[in-house]
């Protein structure tokens, strides 16, 4: 019996790092789409049917502490994965945020990441 396909929204403003990471999410016999923007990326989770997002803190327009707030407004409950290459303490206190704003799991990474790392979240 197979596990369920997952659905991961990867939300990055470098291109080649969320393509990179939709890669490995599917390697995994998940699906996974990629936005450029947090608008964007709201819009779309905001809709339904997703089970994770990967979530690039540091981003134009919407950066990712506001798209927590606004996914947490909207009820959103699957796993936020918070990746950035700013410093590390600037991650730890945007996952505590996300734990505040009802969050059941967050997990952070620092980039560079691996996709070793992103298989074990996923898993």
Do not use: C
């Amino acid at each position: 019996m197979s596990a369920r396909r997952k659905r991961v929204a990867v939300v990055d403003d470098e291109p080649d790092f969320a393509a990179f990471v939709a890669e490995v999410v599917e390697g995994l016999g998940h699906y996974a789409r990629t936005f450029s923007s947090g608008p964007a990326a709201l819009e779309a989770v905001s809709a339904g049917g997703w089970d994770a997002v990967v979530l690039d803190i540091v981003m134009p327009e919407m950066d990712g502490i506001e798209m927590l707030r606004a996914l947490a407004a909207r009820g959103f409950t699957g796993q936020v994965f918070l990746i950035t290459g700013y410093n590390p303490h600037y991650s730890a206190m945007a996952a505590t945020l996300a734990e505040v704003q009802g969050f059941a799991r967050v997990d952070v990474l620092g980039k560079p990441v691996r996709a070793r790392q992103i298989e074990e979240l996923l898993r």
